[in-house]
C-alpha cells in the first residue's frame, strides 16, 4: 500500500494539500512539498490530500478517475525500513552488537535517531509531518485501557507493553551505554522509542521488492505521503491498490499504486490494509491502526476453547490432535457461515463436538479416521450429541461475557453519551504536544468502549443463533 516511483511530481497538485483542514503553509510545508519534488514523488493531478469527515488525512479525488489509474508512485529510496538502518553512513555499525535485535526495534531505533539527532535528516521534511500522537492502546492511559475491560485487546495491549519495555532495556539502554556519543539517553528515550514503534505500526507496509538478482524480498517501509491512504473493510468500496512494478530492480524499484475501478470526484481513494478477509478484525484496526470500523463484516472474537477433561481420554487426544482443533486454545467466533449448513463458528462448534462425544458414541461409530473426517466437514453424530455440544458452545459464550464488567446494553448507554459529550474526537492532538490532551482522552475512552461493544455485540448474536440452533434439537 505504499508507493515508490521515478514520474515528475505534480507540484501544482500539492499545493492544494490540506493537513489538519488547512491548507498547506509555512516552512515545515513547504520543506516537504520540496523534499517531494526532488525525490520524484508522483502524485496524480487530479489527487489531493485533504481531510475527510469520516477518515481524516486521506487522497482524494479532485476529477473522475478510470480504471487502472496511476495515482502515486514513490520510490523506494524514499522509504525508510531496516536496509537503511543497516547501512548508514553513520549508525549501520552499531547493529552488529545486537543480533538478537529484531527489525522492527532497529528501524523504531532508527527512526528516532533520524528524527531527533543534531544534524539534518534526508527525511526530516517528512518526519516533521509526522503526527505526535496515535490513537493506539499502547499510548492509552490506564484509565482508558480499564474500559477495554476483559477483551483481548486489553490482553494484547499489555503484553506490547512488556514486551516493548524489554527491548528498550535490551535495545536501547545497550546503545546508550556502548555507543553514547551517538545515541545519548536526552535522544533515544523511552517515549521516543514508543512513538517510533507506533508510528511503524499504524503507518508502515510489507512491501515486496527486488534485489538486484532479482530475488524477491518482503520489506517493513515507512513511504512518505502512501501512508495518508485511508482504508475500508468492505471490499466493495476499496478503489485502489499497489505493487511492486517488475523492473526495475534493486534501488531504481518502483512501487505504483492505482485504481482498481473507477473513481468519481470527491471520493477517498481507498486500499486494502489486511490482504486475507478473516485477518481483517475489529482488534486488529484499533490495535495497528488506531480505529474502530463501523462496518466490518469480516470481525470476529476470538474465544477461549473449553479445557479438557482431567484425565483425558487418549481416544479424545488422538481425536483432538488429528483434527489440530486445540493448539491455539482460542477459535475465532462469528456469524459468517463457515459451512455448507450456513452454520457458523465451525471451529468452536467442532470442539465442542468432540469434547461432549461419550466413549461409548466413540465406539459405536468404530472408524477413528471416519469419525474424524465427518466431525470436520460438520457432520452431526445424532440429535442428542448435537444438544450437548450446542449447550457446552453457549456455556463456553456465556463464560465469555461474564468476564466482562458490564452488559452490552449498559455499553451503548455508555458510548451515547460519550459521543454526546466528546466534542474533541475528530482528531488526534495537536502536532508536536508534549502530553495527552483532554481530547485525546475522551477518543481514546470512547474507542475503547466501541471497540467492547463490538466484542460483545457478536458474542450475543452468535448466543442468539445457537438458542434459536438449540431450540430446533428440542
Known amino acids: 500500500f505504499f508507493f515508490y516511483g521515478s514520474s515528475a511530481f505534480m507540484l501544482g497538485a500539492l499545493l492544494t494539500v490540506c493537513l489538519a483542514g488547512e491548507v498547506l503553509a509555512g516552512s515545515r510545508e ?34 473522475n478517475l478510470p480504471d487502472n489509474t496511476t495515482v502515486l508512485t514513490i520510490p523506494i529510496t524514499s522509504m525508510i525500513n531496516v536496509e537503511h538502518a543497516l547501512t548508514s553512513s553513520e549508525v549501520g555499525h552499531v547493529w552488529d552488537a545486537f543480533p538478537d535485535a529484531s527489525d522492527l526495534d532497529v528501524t523504531a531505533a532508527f527512526i528516532v535517531y533520524e528524527h531527533f539527532k543534531n544534524e539534518r535528516s534526508r527525511w526530516q521534511p517528512y518526519l516533521d509531518m509526522l503526527p505526535r500522537h496515535m490513537d493506539l492502546p499502547l499510548f492509552f492511559s490506564n484509565e482508558s485501557l480499564s474500559e477495554l475491560q476483559s477483551t483481548l485487546a486489553r490482553i494484547e495491549t499489555a503484553e506490547r507493553l512488556v514486551t516493548l519495555e524489554q527491548s528498550y532495556l535490551d535495545l536501547c539502554v545497550g546503545l546508550q551505554k556502548r555507543f553514547p556519543s551517538l545515541f545519548p539517553a536526552s535522544l533515544l528515550t523511552m517515549e521516543r522509542y514508543r512513538w517510533a514503534h507506533g508510528i511503524l505500526r499504524s503507518r508502515s507496509f510489507t512491501v515486496p521488492v527486488q534485489d538486484d538478482e532479482g530475488t524477491w524480498h518482503q520489506t517493513m517501509c515507512l513511504v512518505p505521503v502512501a501512508d495518508l491512504v485511508n482504508t475500508d473493510t468492505r471490499d466493495s468500496l476499496v478503489n485502489t491498490a499497489c505493487q511492486t512494478d517488475p523492473s526495475p530492480r534493486g534501488l531504481r524499484s518502483i512501487f505504483r499504486c492505482s485504481t482498481t475501478q473507477a473513481v468519481a470526484a470527491g471520493d477517498e481513494l481507498t486500499s486494502s490494509y489486511v490482504k486475507d478477509p478473516p485477518r481483517r478484525t475489529t482488534r486488529l484496526f484499533l490495535q495497528n491502526y488506531g480505529f474502530v470500523p463501523e ?128 466534542h474533541g474526537y475528530g482528531s488526534p492532538g495537536a502536532e508536536g504536544a508534549e502530553s495527552t490532551s483532554l481530547a485525546d482522552e475522551a477518543r481514546h475512552r470512547r474507542l475503547a468502549v466501541q471497540y467492547r461493544v463490538s466484542e460483545k455485540q457478536i458474542l450475543n448474536d452468535v448466543m442468539d443463533f445457537f438458542t434459536g440452533y438449540m431450540e430446533k434439537l428440542l
Open 295 to 422: 462496518h466490518n463484516p469480516h470481525d470476529n472474537v476470538n474465544v477461549r476453547l473449553p479445557p479438557r477433561p482431567v484425565p483425558t481420554p487418549k481416544w479424545l487426544s488422538g481425536l483432538l490432535e488429528t483434527l489440530r482443533l486445540d493448539r491455539r486454545r482460542v477459535a475465532p467466533v462469528s456469524l459468517q457461515a463457515q459451512s455448507d449448513q450456513g452454520m457458523p463458528c465451525m471451529a468452536l462448534l467442532t470442539y465442542c463436538r468432540v469434547l461432549t462425544l461419550t466413549p461409548n458414541e466413540m465406539g459405536q461409530k468404530g472408524d477413528f479416521t471416519a469419525m474424524a473426517t465427518a466431525i470436520s466437514e460438520g457432520v452431526k453424530y445424532s440429535d442428542a450429541h448435537e444438544r450437548r455440544a450446542v449447550q457446552l458452545l453457549l456455556d463456553t459464550l456465556r463464560s465469555e461475557l461474564s468476564k466482562f464488567e458490564t452488559t452490552l446494553v449498559e455499553d451503548k448507554h455508555l458510548l451515547a453519551d460519550l459521543e454526546a459529550g466528546d
Open 30 to 63: 513547504d520543506r516537504f512539498l520540496e523534499y517531494m519534488r526532488q525525490d520524484n514523488i508522483f502524485l496524480h493531478p487530479s489527487v489531493e490530500l485533504a481531510v475527510g469527515e469520516q477518515r481524516g488525512r486521506g487522497l482524494f479525488a479532485t476529477a
